[in-house]
């Protein structure tokens, strides 16, 4: 950010506040209306409205700025995100949307408790999916903090810390409130808000304006032959190898994630269920294919200045590319605000989102299901409303010293779900015999296998090629699958109970 | 309930029947799927004149972009929609083949 940016911007920030105070007020309206009415996302939400509702429970920073800022810096890298973040929705749907409905467990350590008949399993898995949470928390936090410098003028670290508190108090509000979330109107605000500035400065630049989508490639015909081959080249920036690693990574990432599968039971019936993937992957994809135009436009303005920012500078400035590309196109300051506020809306619901989860975990997985048994209601909710902003504060203190780009941050909380939750997911649904030694092992070897290049790479060089951190789950998710097999068959099969249900009511519903 | 027979659930060795459907949808789905993002980058690596990986998908363009880019960034998550319909559209026509009650849907 240059010097000259450094002032606070009201007609954003009122803008900001307007659409956040919006989406509170219309879910605590929400919640009177839904209190009289019958159940939770009732019938007639519709497969569309659940679609959009898995969108924008899956928009975050990483989608609205990480994205366009990891191609900014990367190129043809950059879209094995846009391919992992919606290739794995096909990996969900084919392999355990379905199942896991018909198994009837609501969150991933319910599961993983239940399957594998191991209250040690069950609070593994919790403790990873906290970990989930968390990590992927503090990629929001930066997304929130640089906006809120923007908004603000405000240097990063004051604007993380004014931020934070600012979620917190929305999250903590939005929870003593009971205010549900309208992820229909939110996904409206996002689309809109991500993609009006686009189309407005794919007009400015005098490109074809009506779908930048398509727009975007005559602006890569413009910059330098060089720049562009550098840019569009396959294997220019990255070998074949990370490529596939980071896709493959973030694809069992997504089939891995605690809040996206959980998902699948809000929709009343299952065929519905399925229906919803589709439309959602579709809402999807339309910010997917939007995302790396913002990237082009930055870097054709570059190219148009003449001044190429050196690949520290790029490195440093790369998160905020969108709000920098809308900026010096020219787009009018409140468009920028609009821009922003999309931005702020999908970090702050997903991290109230991904707090609450995390928190609950702590009270119901943990708390009272190991701890203290007979804990009573009002004491769980106590413990986890301590937990919201103990994981908070924990959460703050990573991303006050962000120690990547957002995507990669993210990328390592889906590197750390492919490794862990997906194996144990996959298996648990489609293999009989895995028993709690064989997902225990698995789970705790995916846990080593996500941190592995840190913590032994500098010795074991081979460690940090093949599993590189945010990339790790592609050698290491077949990995933990064969483990966890080996070890299964080496050990007693799990009840016959549980073999049995699987068999006769999760595959055998229908005979 | 429990008088049913059973056996083991294994993904490699489906039962007969709505199980094996699903198991061979599912193939076809996941062949489809990493056939287009893994098998064309590897052909990209196969077919590289250069390090950086120029080759016959890089020098021509479509929709204004590198045929390689097109596909990659916007036909691939076209594909991936397409592959979920017609997962869907076949398991749709499967529970409806093996539901013996009148709502089948109910019961999927």
Redesign the interface.
Known sequence: MNMSDLHIKFVPLVITVVVLTSFLLVGLLYKVRESSEYGLGGRSTGRIGSGAAIASNWMSAASFLGMAGFFYLNG?LG?AC??GW??G???L???LA?QIRRFGKYTAPDFVGERYDSPMARLISALISIAISVIYCAAQFKGIGILFGWLFGLPYDAAVTLGAVAVISYVVFAGSQGVMKNQKLQYTILIISFVVPLMLLAKKLGYFWILP??????A??QVSPEFR??F?????GSS?FQ??AL??TLMVGTAGLPHVLSRFYIVP???DA??S??WG??FI?LI??SA?AYAVFARLLEARSGVAPDPATARGMADMIVLTAATQGGLPLWLVGVLAAGGLSAAFATVSGLLMTGAASCSHDIYAGLLHPAASEYRKMRVAKGCTLLLALVVYLIAVNPPGLIVEITAVAFALAGNTIFPAFLLGI????ANRQGIITGMLLGVLVTFAAPLLGGRIPWVATLFPLTSSAFCGAPLVILVTIAVSLMTPAPPERI??F???E?????? | MSEKPWSEVNFLRPKKGYMGGEVLITLVILIGWGGATFGFQLLQKFLETTPAGENIFTRFTFFNLPFNVWFTGQFLPLWFVLLCIVFNLYIDRLTERHSRVRYPYEHE
């Open positions: 043809y879209l846009v391919i919606t290739g929705y096909v990996l749907l084919t392999l379905g989508q398509f727009g975007y490639g005559a890569l015909a081959a550098s569009t080249l396959p294997f220019a074949l490529w596939s896709c493959f019936n299952i065929r399925r229906w993937v589709v992957l579709y994809a997917y294919w790396p489609w293999w009989g015999r073999r049995r699987l068999a006769t999760v595959h055998g519903h229908l005979d």
